[in-house]
């Protein structure tokens, strides 16, 4: 009886147990530790006298969690506030020394791989280091002089948006590479979280195998949405009655049905394309075969809203041309990284960048609801037209990595 109890305490309605936390961040706080639950992580304790990156973690259970940050006040700040893996939530912020203050909120979403007291998501060995799926919300502080004056967190009860994908989508944990549901939190406010179980490597069926998707109907309700963009690793399964036309739909229709008996809403993603260029320069090889084709079929067949980010992609690369579009991917010359990377398929934080903002011109185009949370200072894009990579901010994390992620 006792353990039964244990268990079902561990496992109560998660804002039952979630608290309310307030951080002074301009007094001295521990390294986190599992006692106090809270503290400078991942990186050594800032020093007083110099400016540095840093990490702070607390201790929490799953859910969505509101962040009220104030920066400013001490110095010449120049701060840029990330969450878990790498999960970009502002631009850089400048706040000038004596000068007033400035606040931003958002919301995280917290997870964890336990399901219920017999059930665990199976995440990969390397996931195992990943800031997303342990017990602690992350807060990355980076930027040329971070200032930051005081942390709020408290428990929120928003429409949460689920992502089910792979490394086109996984919250990529190291520099260099990123994806597009890392970099879309930065256009949401505080109204609305993004809950990014992608990885890389998945397909459809491994991806539920895995148990990913239960992991999300255990939270999933009314008001939510789940984003499903997969093909890159379907299109190489060669089992008996893999390809286009029969497995991969059948798995589609399997997240279609099990979102919807939750009461939520489900969208579909065409794969993101493959930088391959025709030898003239002027088009791109269809590298992903019937896949986007059978997905929207599904979509048509069972009223799915769907973004054609196959589409959206293709026209970003042909927008910039063969050399430009390198910039959008992982390619770097060997001194940077300690190898040369040249990488066609996954993105760079510029690339991961611009593919979020198709997400949500698509979201737009849809008229989905959730774009009424969108932040003030979104504008509309259009992949014909990309941004300039060399306007592009982006202050690399500390963490990084050469190796490839799973996955083509």
Same mark, same amino acid.
Not at 53 to 57: M, Q, R, W
Not at 77 to 100: F, H, N, Q
Not at 308 to 322: F, H, I, S, W
């Given at each position: 009886m006792k353990k039964y109890l244990a268990a079902l305490v561990a496992f109560m309605p998660i804002m039952m147990m979630a608290q309310t936390f307030d951080f002074d961040m301009t007094k001295s706080q521990p390294v986190y530790? #599992?006692? *106090?639950? +809270? @503290? $400078? !992580?991942i990186l050594p304790a800032p020093d007083a006298k110099k400016s540095a990156? +840093?990490? +702070?973690?607390v201790k929490v259970p799953d859910g969505n969690y509101r962040v009220k940050i104030v920066l400013g006040g001490k110095k010449n @700040?120049? %701060?840029?506030?990330?969450? #878990? @893996?790498?999960?970009? =939530? %502002? !631009?850089?912020? %400048?706040?000038?020394?004596?000068? *007033?203050s400035e606040t931003v909120e958002f919301t995280v979403n917290k997870r964890s791989p336990q399901i219920d007291k017999d059930k665990r998501v199976k995440i990969k060995e390397r996931e195992k280091e990943?800031?997303?799926?342990?017990?602690?919300l992350t807060l990355e502080f980076n930027g040329e002089n971070p200032d930051v004056t005081s942390i709020h967190i408290e428990p929120a009860d928003v429409p949460t948006i689920y992502l089910c994908g792979n490394s086109t989508v996984v919250d990529q944990n190291n520099e260099p590479w990123a994806s597009w549901g890392q970099m879309i939190t930065r256009w949401f406010g505080p109204e609305v979280a993004i809950s990014n179980h992608a990885e890389s490597g998945l397909t459809a069926r491994t991806f539920i195998g895995a148990y990913r998707l239960d992991k999300i109907l255990s939270t999933l309700k009314k008001g939510d949405y789940v984003f499903v963009e997969f093909g890159h690793n379907d299109e190489k399964e060669k089992r008996p009655g893999d390809g286009a036309w029969y497995h991969y739909q059948y798995q589609l229709k399997i997240f279609v049905d099990q979102v919807r008996a939750k009461g939520a809403d489900i969208v579909f993603c065409t794969p993101t394309q493959r930088r391959q260029f025709t030898p003239d320069g002027k088009a791109?090889?269809?590298?992903? @075969? *019937? +896949?986007?084709?059978?997905?929207?079929? &599904? /979509?048509?067949?069972?009223?799915?809203?769907?973004? *054609?980010?196959?589409?959206? %992609?293709?026209? =970003? $690369?042909?927008?910039?041309?063969?050399?430009?579009?390198?910039?959008?991917?992982?390619? $770097?010359p060997a001194e940077m990284y300690g190898r040369k990377l040249e990488d066609n398929t996954h993105f760079n934080p510029f690339g991961a960048y611009e593919v979020a903002k198709c997400v949500v011109m698509g979201m737009k185009q849809l008229q989905l609801p959730i774009v009424q949370y969108l932040r003030t200072d979104w504008q509309d894009f259009n992949p014909a037209q990309p941004d300039d990579w060399k306007a592009f901010?982006? &202050?690399? /994390?500390? =963490?990084?990595?050469?190796?490839k992620p799973d996955g083509n």
């Open positions: 530790n #599992e006692q *106090d639950g +809270f @503290g $400078y !992580d990156p +840093f990490y +702070f973690s @700040g120049s %701060t840029i506030v990330r969450a #878990e @893996g790498r999960r970009m =939530l %502002t !631009d850089i912020i %400048t706040t000038p020394k004596k000068k *007033d990943y800031l997303a799926w342990d017990n602690k791109i090889r269809n590298t992903h @075969g *019937d +896949f986007p084709a059978a997905m929207k079929m &599904v /979509a048509e067949k069972e009223n799915v809203p769907l973004i *054609d980010l196959n589409k959206m %992609t293709t026209d =970003l $690369y042909l927008a910039v041309g063969p050399e430009e579009s390198k910039h959008m991917l992982v390619h $770097y901010k982006w &202050v690399p /994390a500390p =963490l990084v990595d050469n190796l």
